[in-house]
């Protein structure tokens, strides 16, 4: 770690602006620095999340899944991890009218009671 778990712990917002701050090629350098507990913390993958990071489903809160913010987020930066999203979110039409508004390709991830919506 470049700094020690515990100032993670205490610190947040100094691992939040390092991955804002980050070069893209360098995202998963940048994943081995942070400490395990903080990738539970929303704002944390918030923000690997803008930055494009992959979901990360072992690290990441399974609350997360659930997440309108978080999954829009990855609609828009990352289409192809939408598929981490909770059948609730995917079968949710003003959610997916959403998501499919950030990146249209995450329709081929609806759930299947929306599948033939002609609104999305």
């Not at 998963?28 to 903080?38: A, F, N």
């Not at 913010?69 to 949710?92: H, P």
Request: net charge negative; glycine share 4%.
């Amino acid at each position: 770690y470049l700094v020690n778990e515990l100032f993670q712990s205490e610190n947040p917002d100094v691992v939040i602006h390092a991955i804002e701050n980050c070069n893209q090629k360098d995202l998963w350098e940048m994943y081995e620095d942070v400490s395990d507990e903080l990738w539970r913390n929303r704002d944390v993958a918030l923000a690997w999340l803008k930055k494009g990071g992959d979901w990360l489903g072992e690290d990441f809160d399974d609350d997360f899944q659930d997440d309108e913010a978080l999954l829009l987020t990855v609609a828009k930066e990352n289409w192809s991890e939408f598929e981490n999203a909770s059948a609730r979110l995917r079968s949710n039409k003003e959610f997916m009218l959403k998501a499919i508004g950030a990146d249209a390709r995450v329709i081929s991830d609806v759930e299947d009671e929306l599948r033939h919506d002609y609104d999305l």
